[in-house]
DNA sequence: TTCCTGCAGATTTTT
DNA sequence: TCTGCAGGAA
């Protein structure tokens, strides 16, 4: 144990032994607050005997759980039964264990967004509402869960809305399901609603540590102010220049205000760091001290300079990821401790489909794409009504696929005689008879589904999780649909679910292993498939997705006005700031090497689009910044004097040669026939098949190449 | 009442 | 480029 305290510095031990009661330890980025509250866990469990049992760890994301569970673990060399997981995870852990405090059954399900919203579109039917309002609402209905129900906090007051959500409300507890908000809000409420419950958690958890903690929205905040009575340790850890997850209703005043709230606390700041070369914390500290609304801190590192941030520019997303290739290959970087970073998620396309056609193998960490496919939707969805007969939601997506005559009014008439037994699905077509104004075809319909669903309880037991997809698949017809269907439209859905069925690790049968697989694909589908496969890719992902990892090297991306900040965000001077603080976020993930891109033109639903330079741009120091990868009006733009000149040399090795076949947007298919230097860039001259000689700027001009070497 | 096709409109970030 | 859904055919 002392070999692992005597590798940190004296702030971080003196957090790790802290004996107060409640501690914060406030630090930037890369200081080691993660090193600190993992060592911490140890330290407890190690040195002062503390039963695992007893212990709560709080992270941000379920791989950073099973991450920190795993390092605790190894330390000790067994498998110990402390308790780390997501606010989330953790709200569903207890709702499954009290599922009868909140009007449900340990065999609840969990709604994702679109479940949500499928649900109230249902509602607001019957009101006058137009489907276009359907985001609006559910995001106020978020809302409204994230700050408890609170109506004096809600900006946009309406006694409308109020009622949908008393409807959503009631048709979520039909269905026996909670959303992801519930998984928060209905636990805070049993707290509250019964004393007796609370205090057995509250001896259960004696001692409470919580990562990430400047994201934490007030319904976590309240779950936590719960759980820490009289005798309960509680440290929580974190940056408010990392805060990023506004959107969800995170508040940087609840770290602002932690030793009021939790009184006495002591403050522990963190602020050598361990991670990055001083010219990328340097650039890093000259964006975020923009800022108004932060504490500021000190921040330094003993490490070496490093290189300095090259920053480049594109003509566009396509070129971008030509760029980050050659850089990739041109500076030796190793895939697999390399990350490219971007904004929003389609970003991922370009640098997908450029990395495909250079054979360097990539991973999208983080993206839920695959599992929005309708073909994996259906597979689970017919596993959640395996186990919850209630979910409509659910038994919506198989009950007429293939067609089978059930269509909006059969199930109208099938939903009211289901009252009749308890909203149960399964047992309404079981009594499919006293189903009123049903025609022949759509009964006969029904009464095929209960068929092969009839036995569904001995083929669960039997059945393991990937066998349950396969044969309910096959015998629902839609195995048969989705071929015919590949073969119409050239889809690839049989070769999805086999790749969905393949990932599945859980090899046990029955109804148990069952509930685990959906619980943890509802939490967490997107880090389902990190099967270790990983190994040697380039990562991919969005910077919220970065938040608490680190690589060698990063590229921040497609740092351009309209998207980073992204144009929702700029409307208000908190949204900039959250934005300004996002990219210090990318930034201060690389331990080596930093790279910045944007892109003059970006294709946007397949128009090309004029860029401008991020705003964020402007306020990079130029001291740490390499430019000789940026062009001459860039630099201008940006107001760098530095008047490097432009490498053509970086871009010849990007790609093109005479010979090489080629496409342009406009005219079509043609040939490089010669390629020369003019005032530092390259003239190509392509002989287009259905067109003249042309000549092309090559830096200015997109053309694509047809055939590889 | 169900099914199919063509077309308008869409993309912030996630547990 | 892709997707959901409105509107009309069966
Ligand atoms: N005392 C130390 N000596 C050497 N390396 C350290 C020390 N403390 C932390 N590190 C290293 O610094 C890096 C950053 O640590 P960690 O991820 O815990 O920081 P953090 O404060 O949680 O970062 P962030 O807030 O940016 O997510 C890790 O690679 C960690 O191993």
């Known amino acids: 144990m002392n070999d692992l305290i005597e590798l940190l510095n004296?702030?971080?031990?003196?957090?790790?032994?802290?004996?107060?009661?409640?501690?914060?330890?406030?630090?930037?980025?890369?200081?080691?607050?993660?090193?600190?509250?993992?060592?911490?866990?140890?330290?407890?469990?190690?040195?002062?005997?503390?039963?695992?049992?007893?212990?709560?760890?709080?992270?941000?994301?379920?791989?950073?759980?099973?991450?920190?569970?795993?390092r605790v673990c190894s330390y000790s060399q067994k498998d110990l039964p402390l308790t780390v997981k997501t606010f989330h995870s953790f709200g569903a852990y207890i709702l499954r264990l009290e599922a009868s405090l909140a009007e449900r059954n340990q065999y609840f399900q969990i709604y994702d967004d679109d479940d949500s919203k499928k649900l109230i579109s249902e509602i607001i039917k019957k009101f006058d509402i137009a489907k276009s309002n359907l985001g609006t609402i559910k995001s106020w209905i978020s809302k409204y869960k994230q700050c408890l129900e609170d109506y004096s906090k809600m900006e946009y007051k309406d006694q409308t809305y109020l009622e949908i959500y008393k409807r959503y409300n009631k048709a979520l507890k039909d269905a026996n399901c909670f959303d992801f908000e519930d998984l928060l809000l209905q636990p805070v409420k049993i707290f509250s609603n019964y004393e007796e419950v609370l205090k057995k958690y509250q001896r259960h958890y004696q001692y409470i540590l919580i990562d990430e903690y400047q994201d934490t929205n007030l319904s976590q905040y309240q779950l936590i102010k719960y759980l820490v009575g009289q005798n309960n340790s509680l440290m929580v850890v974190g940056d408010e220049d990392q805060s990023i997850y506004r959107f969800r209703g995170a508040d940087v005043s609840i770290i602002l205000n932690f030793t009021e709230d939790f009184f006495g606390g002591e403050v522990?700041?963190?602020?050598?760091?361990?991670?990055s070369t001083s010219n990328i914390l340097n650039l890093a500290n000259s964006v975020i001290s923009n800022n108004k609304f932060r504490l500021g801190k000190e921040l330094f590192t003993k490490g070496l300079d490093g290189d300095k941030i090259i920053l480049f520019d594109c003509y566009d997303e396509e070129d971008e990821a030509r760029k980050i290739i050659s850089l990739i290959l041109g500076e030796h970087l190793t895939y697999k401790d390399t990350a490219i970073l971007y904004r929003i998620n389609n970003q991922s396309r370009a640098f997908e489909s450029i990395l495909n056609k250079n054979k360097i193998p990539y991973t999208v960490v983080g993206s839920i794409a695959f599992y929005e496919r309708e073909e994996i939707k259906d597979a689970i969805s017919i596993l959640k009504w395996l186990v919850n007969p209630q979910d409509k939601i659910a038994f919506e997506r198989f009950v007429n696929k293939p067609v089978k005559g059930i269509g909006e009014k059969a199930l109208v008439h099938f939903?009211?005689?289901?009252q009749n037994f308890n909203n149960d699905l399964f047992v309404?077509?079981?009594?499919i008879d006293s189903v009123k104004n049903l025609t022949k075809k759509t009964k006969d319909g029904f009464i095929k589904i209960y068929e092969v669903f009839k036995d569904k309880e001995s083929v669960i037991a039997r059945k393991t999780v990937d066998e349950l997809i396969d044969y309910y698949l096959d015998n629902l017809g839609l195995t048969e649909y989705f071929k015919t269907k590949d073969e119409k439209e050239n889809t690839d859905k049989i070769a999805n679910i086999k790749e969905f069925i393949s990932s599945i690790k859980y090899k046990t049968s029955g109804l148990d292993t069952l509930l685990l697989f959906l619980e943890e694909f509802s939490l967490s589908a997107s880090t389902l498939k990190d099967n270790g496969q990983n190994t040697g890719t380039v990562k991919l992902m969005t910077v919220h997705n970065a938040k608490g990892l680190e690589f060698e090297n990063i590229f921040v991306s497609g740092m351009e006005s309209d998207i980073f900040p992204h144009r929702n965000s700029i409307h208000d001077e908190e949204g900039l700031e959250e934005e300004r603080r996002l990219f210090y976020v990318a930034m201060t993930r690389?331990?080596?090497k930093l790279f910045i891109s944007f892109c003059n033109n970006r294709n946007s639903f397949g128009y090309m689009e004029q860029k401008d330079p991020s705003k964020f741009l402007y306020e990079l120091k130029i001291d740490y910044l390499e430019l000789k990868y940026l062009s001459k009006s860039a630099i201008n733009t940006l107001g760098f004097k530095g008047n490097k000149t432009l490498s053509t040399n970086f871009l010849k090795k990007i790609n093109f040669q005479i010979g090489d076949f080629v496409r342009h947007k406009d005219y079509g298919t043609g040939k490089i026939i010669n390629i020369k230097e003019k005032n530092g860039k390259n003239l190509?001259?392509?002989?287009?098949?259905?067109?003249?000689?042309?000549?092309?700027?090559?830096e200015f001009t997109k053309l694509e190449k047809l055939s590889d070497r």
């Open 684 to 698: 190509v001259t392509v002989d287009f098949l259905d067109y003249s000689l042309m000549d092309f700027v090559l």
């Open 590 to 592: 690389a331990k080596r």
């Open 10 to 70: 004296e702030k971080q031990k003196q957090a790790v032994l802290s004996e107060s009661q409640f501690s914060l330890v406030l630090a930037g980025a890369g200081s080691g607050k993660t090193k600190t509250l993992t060592t911490r866990i140890i330290y407890l469990i190690e040195e002062l005997y503390v039963n695992p049992r007893n212990i709560l760890a709080v992270t941000f994301t379920n791989k950073a759980a099973n991450e920190m569970k795993e």
């Open 415 to 418: 939903y009211e005689e289901s």
């Open 428 to 431: 309404t077509m079981q009594n």
């Open 268 to 275: 522990i700041k963190l602020e050598e760091n361990y991670r």
